[in-house]
């Protein structure tokens, strides 16, 4: 099955600075690839998601690129803010009812 | 335009009771799906649910829990007896089609058993 590493599990940055969160899955069958970000005490939230035809995907501070030969996507935010500051976790499809997901990365903007 | 509504945001319960957590899924959907999260943990897909249909089940234990989702009204997960492993973070998601993309989560059931 569908087994979904992320890292690292904590980053700190400058405020200003950019910040690279990696993941690698498993299953070359997988097509989709969702960001969600997590802030305290609330659910998860979709910030970005990419698919398995394209490279590389962008939204303003925020890009997803892919790797699909080497099984592995990450998600960059340039020009961080504090408001960045939350747990942000990659997933990867299992089979059309479940998303995997990665186990989170906990990443705080210092001003 | 309401988000997906989870009640009660925290649940206190003693080992044997039962618990039942709600789910609205935002208004036009009718693909529900129930996670669990554990402290410093990614979560954990339980179940798949459309109206009056469960789906998949697979990640949902066999004994003590389970889900519905009814032609009116929330969608409901059950945890019979519940034990102290059970303490979770209890999200739910519903998401516009079937095909588990594009996932709207609540702000989930903070779940703790004494």
């Known amino acids: 099955g569908e087994n979904v590493e992320q890292h690292p599990s904590t980053l700190s940055v400058q405020e200003g600075d950019s910040a690279v969160i990696k993941c690698t899955y498993s299953?070359?069958?997988?097509?989709?690839f969702p960001w969600y970000k997590q802030e305290l005490g609330k659910g998860p939230q979709l910030i970005i998601d990419?698919?398995?035809?394209?490279g590389e995907k962008k939204d303003q501070r925020i890009a997803v690129t892919l790797n699909k030969t080497a099984k592995h996507f990450s998600l960059h935010i340039t020009e961080t803010q504090p408001e960045d500051s939350a747990v942000y976790f990659c997933a990867a499809p299992y089979n059309n009812n479940d998303m995997r997901f990665g186990a989170g990365t906990r990443l705080t903007v210092k001003p | 335009n309401a988000g997906v509504m989870q009640n009660p945001r925290h649940l206190v319960r003693r080992r044997g009771q039962e618990a039942r957590l709600r789910c609205s899924p935002m208004k036009g959907h009718s693909h529900v799906y129930w996670y669990r999260q554990l402290p410093e943990e990614g979560l954990k897909f339980m179940v798949y649910l459309q109206k009056e249909n469960i789906i998949d089940e697979s990640g949902m234990p066999k004994e003590r829990f389970s889900a519905e989702f009814p032609k009116e009204g929330p969608s409901i997960l059950r945890i019979q007896q519940v034990v102290r492993g059970d303490s979770a973070a209890y999200f739910c998601a519903s998401s516009p089609t079937g095909i588990h993309e594009k996932l709207f989560f609540g702000s989930g059931t903070q779940l703790s058993v004494l």
């Open positions: 990419i698919r398995s035809n394209v």
């Open positions: 299953d070359s069958a997988s097509n989709y």
